[in-house]
């Protein structure tokens, strides 16, 4: 089901990215047929690229108007698996489950939050 949602504004080391293209891949499917569980509601999807439209306070690497690829694991750039060089496996990602790296979500619909497949 496509339905629409509130978006929040960009916080602190986020970008906002108007999607170009995006892919549904096996994670997709797991969470769409329950062969894995994600809280919900939630919105799916992590594969795509894109041009940047607004960012964050902070956000130095990129502007508005640069093209882009999502990926599936954020990167807080500070704990030990990203110093390491190993941002796939960041710890702050594992820990965050289905919220952006602060707890919180950046996505409602009609007062309710919604969960995050992909940060």
Do not use: W, Y
């Not at 190993?86 to 919180?104: E, I, V």
Request: glycine share 14%.
């Amino acid at each position: 089901m496509v339905e629409d949602v509130d978006l929040d504004e960009p916080k602190a080391g986020e970008v906002l990215v108007k999607i170009g293209a995006a892919g549904v891949c096996r994670s997709d499917r797991h969470f769409m047929h329950g062969d894995a569980n994600i809280a919900l509601p939630a919105v799916l999807g992590h594969e795509g690229a894109g041009t940047v439209e607004k960012v964050g306070p902070g956000v130095t690497l990129t502007k508005p108007g640069d093209q882009v690829i999502l990926s599936f694991v954020p990167a807080c750039g500070r704990c030990k698996s990203c110093l390491e060089g190993n941002s796939n496996l960041c710890d702050l990602h594992m820990a965050t489950g289905p919220f952006m790296l602060d707890g919180t979500t950046r996505l409602h619909k009609g007062g309710k939050d919604i969960h995050h497949m992909g940060k």
